[in-house]
């Protein structure tokens, strides 16, 4: 599977950005997609990730303000983000797992900065 991560941008603190994650195969036949982020400095980390069951699991950081959510009808994953602060700005990575043991894929990341 391939994977075509967008939606990253300049956002003001407080703002909203929506990511979206696009897969070169059915997402019904992958699963679990998930977001990961990486700021400067600092070591990749879970965001949220969806199962092909709607199954999610969120960071302790996103609860609350982070909704990942999957359109099987456009092979998307999305990230919602609201009410961003600027300890979020970094790269966000999409990945997939095909099942539960195969090894990961990832997309080429989506920059997202947070700035007044």
């Known amino acids: 599977v391939q994977l075509v991560d967008s939606g990253g941008d300049l956002v003001q603190p407080g703002g909203s950005l929506r990511l979206a994650c696009v897969a070169s195969?059915?997402?019904?036949?992958?699963?679990?997609m998930g977001w990961y982020r990486q700021a400067p400095g600092k070591q990749l980390e879970l965001v949220a990730k969806?199962?092909?069951?709607?199954?999610?699991q969120y960071a302790d950081f996103a609860q609350g303000r982070f909704t990942i959510s999957r359109d099987p009808g456009e092979d998307t994953v999305y990230l919602q983000m609201n009410s961003l602060e600027p300890g979020a700005a970094a790269w966000y990575y999409c990945?997939?797992?095909?099942?539960?043991?195969?090894?990961?894929?990832w997309g080429e990341g989506t920059r997202v900065t947070v700035s007044s």
């Open positions: 969806i199962t092909n069951g709607d199954g999610k």
């Open positions: 195969m059915s997402i019904s036949k992958i699963f679990v």
């Open positions: 990945n997939a797992k095909r099942t539960p043991v195969t090894p990961p894929t």
